[in-house]
């Protein structure tokens, strides 16, 4: 069994190659009836108030708060080419888990507002998103809706939270997040645009938070240095019957901003807490368990630590390096990777991107293949649920791609953007392990009849306005 396996983030710093989120972590508002030039003058450390991409103010007109509101849609769909596989599945994936298959995989749309002045230096907006497709089957967050589809199509909120700038403390205040919103953890995103690649590397879909509910204060305490803390419920999970069990967790850490003439970005953060679901263990008909410890949950700890950085070579080519590591006192396990990621900007439509990484999971018990289209939130709520996992494995990875950015297409779509990213990636057992190509039964889910390498092909084609 593989209890807490699969938490997984949106990054606090874009990485190299990728496209920064339609719905950014740092949502935004404004106060009615403020002009833009006063604003501008009154709070510095604020984002004057800009019109949206909803309205069209009239000229001359003060801006209003529904000036600022910002509408954005995003459609992904993709397809993975796995002729080896016995199972169906590419092993040690969550979002591209079905091999062969063309999948949908997300609809995603959203209304945000700018955190915007309100006067006296203080500064209020939102961010509201939600998805729908194959990839919301490993996005929910319990007792928001999970489980009202069941299929492989299913529906998730994915970010609620209200934002502001509070002019308190530091020379440049303080900025807060408060509701649900995406791990800070993890180098590649949950939106289809952020992350470099169809695919995502271990740690992002294995190690991370997806979703947290809670709230997250960032403190600038110089122009380019700032510390985070945050409180939250749990990792994908909300409160009560909703939760996993009755401890908080949380966030503290740091992060760097342009440094070295705007070359260099990164923070070290991390993130404690029990995680453990404290239910008693259930069974299925057929003999699945679920992940319920029982009342050790509430005392049994997860560690996790993430150092990131980004630097710019020049402005086409960047290179970023992610460092994380997870111990879980519930599994005994210790896990951690690193992660080399390239970006060439070879011309405005073309972005050649590469990624490697070594990853190691000292028990087999995080990386899970869930099986069900409802495993993965069944593992989060208590119900037994399907899976097959590996053997202790040290695990590589190198994937090489592009994004693609038409221009014969995209100069007919106004607003919008079409994105195309072809990859091919080789995952490898570098212990001798063969957790790839099969699958597991309930009376032996770990796979040691597989294969030491898994070669696949992957595509999907984004549309975003």
């Known amino acids: 069994m593989a209890p807490n396996a699969g938490q997984r983030a949106t990054p606090a710093l874009t990485p190299a190659g990728a496209t920064a989120p339609a719905a950014t972590l740092n949502a935004p508002v404004v106060k009615p009836e403020i002009k833009q030039d006063y604003v501008q003058k009154q709070d510095p450390d604020i984002p004057a108030m800009q019109v949206g991409n909803l309205f069209t103010p009239k000229k001359g007109q003060p801006l209003s708060y529904w000036d600022g509101l910002v509408g954005h849609l995003t459609v992904e769909a993709g397809v993975s080419g796995n002729p080896w596989t016995k199972s169906g599945h ?58 009202v589809l069941t299929g492989m199509y299913q529906w998730a909120p994915t970010q609620a939270h209200i934002d502001a700038h509070l002019p308190w403390l530091f020379k440049h205040g303080i900025d807060v997040q408060v509701g649900q919103m995406y ?5 590649e995103g949950t939106p289809a645009l952020a992350r470099p690649f169809y695919s995502f590397n271990y740690a992002s879909d294995y190690i991370v938070p997806f979703e947290t509910v809670g709230i997250v204060a960032t403190m600038h305490l110089t122009d380019h240095m700032d510390w985070i803390m945050g409180i939250d419920a749990g990792n994908s999970v909300t ?49 699945w368990a679920s992940a319920g410890i029982g009342k050790p949950a509430n005392h049994l700890m997860q560690y996790n630590a993430e150092f990131l950085a980004t630097y710019h070579i020049n402005k086409k080519v960047s290179v970023t390096e992610d460092i994380i590591y997870l111990h879980d006192d519930a599994s005994r396990d210790d896990v951690y990777g ?96 063969r957790p790839f190509n099969r699958g597991g039964t309930v009376q032996d889910p770990v796979v040691n009849n597989g294969t030491n390498n898994m070669f696949w092909f992957n595509c999907d084609a984004t549309l975003s306005f």
């Open 338 to 433: 690193f992660t080399s990621y390239l970006a060439w900007d070879i011309n405005p439509s073309l972005t050649f991107n590469a990624r490697g990484e070594i990853f190691r999971d000292n028990t087999g018990a995080v990386i899970t293949q869930y099986t069900g289209t409802t495993s993965y939130v069944h593992s989060l709520s208590n119900r037994p649920y399907a899976y097959f996992n590996a053997a202790p494995t040290t695990y590589g990875e190198m994937t090489v791609g592009a994004a693609y950015r038409p221009e014969f297409i995209n100069k007919h779509l106004g607003k919008g953007s079409f994105t195309l990213r072809p990859e091919v990636r080789l995952d490898k057992s570098l212990n001798g392990t």
């Open 239 to 287: 409160f009560g019957s909703s939760g996993n069990n009755s401890r908080p967790k949380g966030y503290f850490g740091f992060a760097w901003n342009n440094l070295l003439d705007g070359k260099l970005s990164m923070h070290a953060i991390g993130r404690f807490g029990p995680q453990g679901n404290n239910g008693l263990t259930r069974y299925s008909a057929d003999g």
């Open 90 to 147: 590419n092993f040690a994936q969550f979002y591209v888990d079905r091999a062969n298959t063309t999948t949908l995989n997300q609809i995603m749309g959203s209304l945000s507002h700018p955190v915007s002045p309100v006067g006296g230096g203080y500064g209020i907006g939102f961010v509201f998103e939600a998805m729908y497709g194959s990839d919301a089957r490993f996005d929910p967050t319990i007792g928001m809706g999970e489980n």
């Open 183 to 187: 791990g800070l953890l993890g180098a």
